[in-house]
Each structure stands twice: as C-alpha cells, then as structure tokens.
C-alpha cells in the first residue's frame, strides 16, 4: 500500500483506529483539499451538528509535503460551528511533514471521547491519552510544553492543541500548532473542544519511495534553486506578510476602526518595517519550507510588582492579526497589538473574527445597542479589549453573543449594516476594491485566501464587466484548489506553475499534464461547493454590509452596488451551471 | 584532511529541515528516515533549534563501544561504519554524547554521516556547512 494512499481513521467514542487504503481516491483526486471534500462527502450531511459527535475533522496532506520545497501544509476539512457550512482551513509548522512522513494521507477523527483526551499518533500506532489534567489550562503555549515534554519525536512531530476557547466552544477558536501556526478559521478548536479533544500529537520519520530518484533531486533543485534565487519568496522571507501594512494604508485598503475608514494614521507603527526594526526577535520556518516567513516578536515587559524583572515573551505576528487586532480597533501601537496578539494566542482564537467582532462591539456600544456592563470599549484601549477577550472566552451574558461572532451578535442585536461577514465568516483584512469583497463573497470558505481580489485590485488597470470579474476569481480559486491538494503554501504561487507541478509529480510517480491538472482544479472546485449546497448554503443569502460601501475602497473609490448585484447574479448562473 | 559537517551558528536555524530532508533525499528518497543530521527545537519553537550532526570526534566514544569490528575511527576523527559488521545492538547510539547517532527503523541499525556535506549544500541561511576537521 502506497503511503499517500493510507487513511487513519480515530473513534473517539470508541477509542479505536484502523486504517483504510484508498488508493483509487488519491489517484483520482491527488490528495490535500481534493482528497479532504470527497471524504468530506463521504461522511457529513446538512444535518450534522458542527458541535455533536457526527461531525467529523479531516486532515489531509498530498504529494509534495516533504517531497518538495514548500510543501509544508495540511488541510482540514469539518463542518464550521461559525458557519454551519464547510469548513476549510490550512495549517504549516510541522504538521504537513509530519503526517506525510507518519505515513498517511490522511486522518479522519470521529466521536466524542467520555472525558478529556489528547491522541497520539507513533509507528503506526495510535494512543489515546487522558488530557483530564491539561483541561482548563490557562495557555495554549503551556499545553504545547508540558505534551512537549511527554512525547517522543522531538523535531519529526506536530502538537496540534486548542486552548480554553476551544475548550469553551467558541466557534471561532483555532487550533494551535508548533506554538505560532494555526488552523485560524472557521472554528477547527470549538470541534476539538466538542469531541473532548485537547490535542493531537503525530510523528512521522518515513523515507518514501519515488518512482526515479535522479529525476526527482533535479527537480527538487531546480525548485529549491527558484526559492532561493528567483526572489519570488523575498518579500515573505524578510519581513513576513506585514510588508503589506504601509502599502495598504497608502492605497487606502486597510480597514480600520471597523471599517470606517481604509487608512490608519497610526499604521506606520505596526508596519512590518517598525516592528520588525524594534521587536523582531527570530524567524522561523515551517518543516520543507525554507522561506522562514514566520516573524516573531521578542516582546520585553517589566513586572509591576518588582523592579528589574522582567518577561521577554516570543509573539508571532503576521498581516492579519495586525488588521484585526490593530488597525481594526485603533489600537495606536506595535506594543498594543503584539500584547492582544498574546491573550489571542493564549486563548487559542481566530484573530480575525475576533478582532472583526470587537469592533462591531465597539461601534454597537457608541450606537448604544449593547449593553457591555461595566467595560467601555474604546478605540485603541487595549486593556479594555484584553479585558473584553477575557470575558468572551468566559462567556456569559452579552459576551456569550460576542463568543458566537459578529452575525449572530447582528442578528439579535441590529447594527447589520456595520456587521463585516461574508457568509457568516468575519471579513479578512483587505478593502482594496471590489474585487477584494466580490472575492469574499464567492470564495468557497470566505477567505482572501481562495481567490485573492485583492491582489487583482492591486493588478488590474480597469474594472472588468461583472461576468469578466467573477471568471477571473472563480479561475484562480479553481487553480488554487490543485496547490491545495499537493499541499504547498500559497505563498509560493509563484513558483508553482502547473507546467512545473506537472514536471514535479512525474518522478513521484504521477503522470499529469497542465491540462490534465487544470481540468482537476476545475473539478475539486465544483466538488467543493456541492458540499457547500449539501450542507445548506444558499447564494441567494449572500450580502454585503452596507458599510463596504459606504468606505471608499482603495484605489477604486466607492464600490457601486449595481456591479456588485450583478456579479452575484453572474455567480449564481456559474454554480446553477456546473451542478 | 579528513571532512565533516560543522555547525557554524544554531541561532541563524530557522528549523525549515532542508538539511534532514536532504540527507535522506542523497539516497533518492523522500523524508526523515535514513537522515543522519537532525534538528529539533529547543523545548519549544520559539526558543530555537539546535543542529545535532556528528562532529567527527578525534577518538569516538561510538567506535569504542562498538562490540563488533563495525565502526572503525577515520583517520584525522570520525567514523567509517561497514554495515556489514553491525549487528544492531544499539550500543553506539548511547555511547555518544552529542545524541548524532541515529537509527533506522527499515534496516534496525544505526545511521551514520559519511561527511559528504550534500546537506550543508542546501541550508539557505549558513547554518551548517562541510569543513576540516580541526
């Protein structure tokens, strides 16, 4: 049995695996997000509670992970407890290699232990470990430690872990691995929580068989040879994906405030060059990646009850916790939002629909239709909003609302208009234009990540017509899905074209041509959003906060909500056709 | 003089692996399991890692516990292991200090660095690279 053909299934009901072998599925869809959204099928329908042990969470890498520079991702696939619709998100640190290199394609866990557990998985083996005593622990950091400690494998293994949100049920907690890389959206740590699932633990220590081994180092080098030199990966590498920052804010795209406005008079001070001149402190990769886009900062802070002592905290800071958390709530300084970024990660939750949540919270208090109690959220008071994270993780009253994110908070409370989802997701950190947003709305998981508008925002000289757009998004998510399924970082996009996708599979065995691959991404694509309609999902429900348009919106100015309707409608014809 | 890998500065390791993968990928394979340098972090990502590769001891602990005629010290330090003489019983892996004695779980003997310096080729940041020894 070929290893990527392996899938380890886990009862946690139960407390038993065995494994399955799928070859025919892995031929057929490759692997990563491919693979994932036939399980997916396969295993869940409308029905499921995000929350109930029906649900199941898929982990799936593919055939570059290990194999190729930047093949450092895996993909999970569950039902969103954010959403109720598909839930998509993507990992690095060393959770690609290592479940490629424990020798599996994938992992299905299913059930719901009796009590806390954390699952390990060895040589074949799973173990189930009793997690009573990790449960309630204030940290997610901690929790990596102290498993850290027990496990063997150092180095070869992934500690995927949530913390007390996930825990709680937030249906926006992440889940937390190798301490600074997670599965941010889309609520992966709430249905860890619901399946008494404090953690997952794999190593994996494989040598895997190619088809031709001299083929297979030329192409390794010739890829790791256009990492290095190409200077495709330079600006990651340097200084990470807050070199947006200064950009954004000069284009006007930079939500702040709650989207009040697309400039921030203080986002020079939380730039990518800012921070990385006063806090950066290391960089590190993801295993099979040597970019090292991942920046973190040494943040110093002294006790306050004893002089000269003092706490140097590491802090991983991309672009979209500094929207988030930054710019979204005014906060005026790097320091302010590096110590947010700290409770967020502790806490173990999306950044993103946090933040986006708070500052919905922020404008719904100024409008008065909450009532917060005693705490008064403030534009860049960061020890109001630390206080505030806090009593949501707690979740009672009013902070019970803010724990289900900024629609059901809308929904019960008004303020829609200013509500920044997409679908029940908490907008991404991009208002360049309206290819950006038409993005959101399109995207199969929400994400500025299935389609990228605002790099075609950035890119393009005039609109496109509204069918010309939604095809130029729909084709590159399509593309994208193939990356997806390899599964490399898309930060490396630019190297992987399928021309050397096509060339890079064939000495792993893998005969696919440009077209044959084009024609996949096609396929995963429209794959994906039959388990989109599967699980409900309506486009006639989709909307845009009236806010978007009332900012003007980078570049392009206010967008116009005509065009906007009229890609919708453009959409909707596309999905009616294609299933 | 005889070669090995030295490890120029742990602080400048990013932990990408590009190294391990490469050791095992000499052999045209694909991962971590015939590699015989290996990083870990320590303790946890964000405080580093550190490079564990044989450093070509002058007299090597691992060739004195050997109870078979497997490894031989190299002239000038370091090893030559005969795979043939090995039986697996493991005694070189807790006969040195630095832990840099792997093992592989296919053949259940140990693993050893032939100080050919293919990884050093492609650490992007200088980590490690192929010097004499000293």
Same mark, same amino acid.
């Given at each position: 049995?070929?290893?990527?053909?392996?899938?380890?299934?886990?009862?946690?009901?139960?407390?038993?695996?065995?494994?399955?072998?799928?070859?025919?599925?892995?031929?057929?869809?490759?692997?990563?997000?491919?693979?994932?959204?036939?399980?997916?099928?396969?295993?869940?329908?409308?029905?499921?509670?995000?929350?109930?042990?029906?649900?199941?969470?898929? =982990?799936?890498?593919?055939?570059?992970?290990?194999?190729?520079?930047?093949?450092?991702?895996?993909?999970?696939?569950?039902?969103?407890?954010?959403?109720?619709?598909?839930?998509?998100?993507?990992?690095?640190?060393?959770?690609?290699?290592?479940?490629?290199?424990?020798?599996?394609?994938?992992?299905?866990?299913?059930?719901?232990?009796?009590?806390?557990?954390?699952?390990?998985?060895?040589?074949?083996?799973?173990?189930?470990?009793?997690?009573?005593?990790?449960?309630?622990?204030?940290?997610?950091?901690?929790?990596?430690?102290?498993?850290?400690?027990?496990?063997?494998?150092?180095?070869?293994?992934?500690?995927?872990?949530?913390?007390?949100?996930?825990?709680?049920?937030?249906?926006?907690?992440?889940?937390?691995?190798?301490?600074?890389?997670?599965?941010?959206?889309?609520?992966?740590?709430?249905?860890?929580?619901?399946?008494?699932?404090?953690?997952?633990?794999?190593?994996?220590?494989?040598?895997?068989?190619?088809?031709?081994?001299?083929?297979?180092?030329?192409?390794?080098?010739?890829?790791?040879?256009?990492?290095?030199?190409?200077?495709?990966?330079?600006?990651?590498?340097?200084?990470?994906?807050?070199?947006?920052?200064?950009?954004?804010?000069?284009?006007?795209?930079?939500?702040?405030?709650?989207?009040?406005?697309?400039?921030?008079?203080?986002?020079?001070?939380?730039?990518?060059?800012?921070?990385?001149?006063?806090?950066?402190?290391?960089?590190?990769?993801?295993?099979?990646?040597?970019?090292?886009?991942?920046?973190?900062?040494?943040?110093?802070?002294?006790?306050?009850? $004893?002089?000269?002592?003092?706490?140097?905290?590491?802090?991983?800071?991309?672009?979209?916790?500094?929207?988030?958390?930054?710019?979204?709530?005014?906060?005026?300084?790097?320091?302010?939002?590096?110590?947010?970024?700290?409770?967020?990660?502790?806490?173990?939750?999306?950044?993103?629909?946090?933040?986006?949540?708070?500052?919905?919270?922020?404008?719904?208090?100024?409008?008065?239709?909450?009532?917060?109690?005693?705490?008064?959220?403030?534009?860049?008071?960061?020890?109001?909003?630390?206080?505030?994270?806090?009593?949501?993780?707690?979740?009672?009253?009013?902070?019970?609302?803010?724990?289900?994110?900024?629609?059901?908070?809308?929904?019960?409370?008004?303020?829609?208009? =200013?509500?920044?989802?997409?679908?029940?997701?908490?907008?991404?950190?991009?208002?360049?234009?309206?290819?950006?947003?038409?993005?959101?709305?399109?995207?199969?998981?929400?994400?500025?990540?299935?389609?990228?508008?605002?790099?075609?925002?950035?890119?393009?000289?005039?609109?496109?017509?509204?069918?010309?757009?939604?095809?130029?998004?729909?084709?590159?998510?399509?593309?994208?899905?193939?990356?997806?399924?390899?599964?490399?970082?898309?930060?490396?996009?630019?190297?992987?074209? =399928?021309?050397?996708?096509? $060339?890079?599979?064939?000495?792993?065995?893998?005969?696919?041509?440009?077209?044959?691959?084009?024609?996949?991404?096609?396929?995963?694509?429209?794959?994906?959003?039959?388990?989109?309609?599967?699980?409900? =999902?309506?486009?006639?429900?989709?909307?845009?906060?009236?806010?978007?348009?009332?900012?003007?919106?980078?570049?392009?100015?206010?967008?116009?909500?005509?065009?906007?309707?009229?890609?919708?409608?453009?959409?909707?014809?596309?999905?009616?056709?294609?299933? | 003089?005889?070669?090995?890998?030295?490890?120029?500065?742990?602080?400048?390791?990013?932990?990408?692996?590009?190294?391990?993968?490469?050791?095992?990928?000499?052999?045209?394979?694909?991962?971590?399991?015939?590699?015989?340098?290996?990083?870990?972090?320590?303790?946890?990502?964000?405080?580093?890692?550190?490079?564990?590769?044989?450093?070509?001891?002058?007299?090597?602990?691992?060739?004195?516990?050997?109870?078979?005629?497997?490894?031989?010290?190299?002239?000038?330090?370091?090893?030559?292991?005969?795979?043939?003489?090995?039986?697996?019983?493991?005694?070189?892996?807790?006969?040195?200090?630095?832990?840099?004695?792997?093992?592989?779980?296919?053949?259940?003997?140990?693993?050893?660095?032939?100080?050919?310096?293919?990884?050093?080729?492609?650490?992007?940041?200088?980590?490690?690279?192929?010097?004499?020894?000293?």
């Amino acid at each position: 049995m070929e290893a990527l053909s392996k899938v380890l299934h886990i009862d946690l009901s139960r407390k038993k695996f065995w494994v399955e072998d799928r070859s025919n599925l892995f031929q057929e869809w490759l692997g990563g997000v491919g693979v994932g959204v036939k399980l997916l099928q396969e295993e869940i329908n409308g029905k499921v509670d995000p929350l109930g042990p029906e649900n199941v969470i898929i =982990f799936c890498v593919g055939p570059f992970n290990a194999a190729y520079p930047m093949g450092s991702k895996v993909v999970a696939l569950f039902k969103s407890p954010l959403t109720g619709n598909l839930g998509e998100s993507y990992a690095g640190g060393r959770a690609g290699t290592a479940l490629r290199l424990a020798g599996y394609g994938a992992m299905v866990i299913r059930g719901r232990s009796n009590y806390p557990m954390y699952i390990a998985v060895h040589g074949g083996k799973v173990y189930f470990r009793d997690a009573r005593g990790l449960w309630g622990m204030s940290s997610s950091i901690t929790v990596g430690r102290v498993i850290a400690e027990r496990e063997p494998m150092a180095g070869q293994r992934t500690i995927m872990r949530i913390g007390l949100a996930g825990e709680k049920l937030v249906p926006y907690a992440c889940v937390v691995t190798e301490t600074c890389r997670h599965f941010g959206r889309l609520g992966l740590g709430a249905v860890f929580g619901s399946k008494n699932l404090k953690a997952v633990v794999v190593s994996g220590n494989m040598a895997l068989p190619v088809k031709d081994k001299q083929a297979y180092r030329e192409v390794y080098d010739r890829i790791f040879s256009l990492a290095v030199t190409s200077g495709l990966m330079r600006k990651y590498h340097e200084l990470g994906t807050p070199m947006n920052v200064n950009p954004l804010n000069k284009l006007g795209g930079l939500p702040t405030r709650n989207l009040t406005s697309g400039r921030f008079e203080h986002a020079e001070e939380m730039s990518g060059e800012a921070l990385a001149s006063k806090y950066l402190g290391r960089r590190l990769a993801c295993s099979s990646c040597l970019v090292a886009c991942i920046h973190l900062a040494a943040l110093r802070e002294e006790y306050p009850h $004893e002089p000269y002592f003092y706490k140097t905290s590491f802090i991983n800071y991309d672009y979209e916790p500094i929207y988030a958390l930054g710019t979204m709530l005014g906060v005026e300084t790097g320091r302010g939002v590096l110590q947010l970024i700290k409770v967020v990660e502790d806490y173990g939750l999306d950044a993103m629909s946090l933040g986006v949540t708070l500052a919905w919270a922020t404008e719904a208090q100024e409008k008065g239709l909450i009532d917060l109690g005693d705490l008064k959220l403030r534009w860049g008071d960061v020890d109001s909003y630390i206080k505030a994270v806090r009593l949501i993780v707690e979740g009672s009253g009013v902070y019970s609302d803010l724990a289900k994110g900024v629609k059901h908070c809308a929904t019960k409370y008004g303020g829609e208009e =200013f509500a920044l989802h997409y679908g029940g997701l908490e907008m991404p950190g991009y208002h360049t234009g309206p290819m950006a947003h038409l993005g959101f709305l399109t995207g199969a998981r929400h994400s500025h990540l299935d389609s990228a508008g605002y790099s075609l925002d950035q890119k393009l000289k005039e609109l496109p017509s509204p069918g010309e757009g939604v095809e130029k998004l729909t084709g590159e998510e399509a593309r994208r899905t193939v990356l997806n399924s390899l599964v490399v970082c898309l930060f490396s996009r630019g190297i992987y074209t =399928f021309q050397l996708i096509s $060339e890079a599979l064939k000495p792993l065995g893998i005969n696919r041509t440009v077209e044959d691959l084009e024609k996949l991404g096609k396929e995963i694509y429209r794959e994906r959003w039959r388990v989109k309609l599967k699980l409900g =999902f309506r486009i006639e429900d989709l909307r845009i906060p009236e806010r978007v348009y009332e900012t003007p919106a980078g570049p392009w100015g206010n967008i116009d909500k005509e065009y906007m309707k009229a890609a919708v409608g453009k959409f909707r014809e596309k999905i009616e056709s294609l299933i | 003089m005889p070669l090995r890998i030295s490890v120029v500065d742990s602080d400048l390791c990013v932990g990408c692996f590009s190294c391990v993968l490469a050791c095992t990928r000499r052999l045209g394979l694909v991962g971590y399991g015939k590699s015989a340098i290996r990083v870990r972090s320590l303790g946890a990502i964000e405080r580093g890692h550190i490079v564990v590769v044989c450093r070509a001891c002058l007299d090597p602990p691992c060739a004195a516990s050997c109870p078979e005629d497997a490894l031989k010290p190299r002239e000038g330090g370091g090893v030559i292991f005969n795979p043939d003489m090995c039986i697996g019983c493991g005694y070189c892996v807790g006969a040195c200090p630095f832990g840099a004695v792997n093992w592989d779980d296919d053949l259940n003997k140990p693993i050893f660095c032939i100080y050919c310096g293919y990884c050093a080729k492609y650490c992007p940041y200088g980590v490690i690279k192929l010097e004499e020894v000293r």
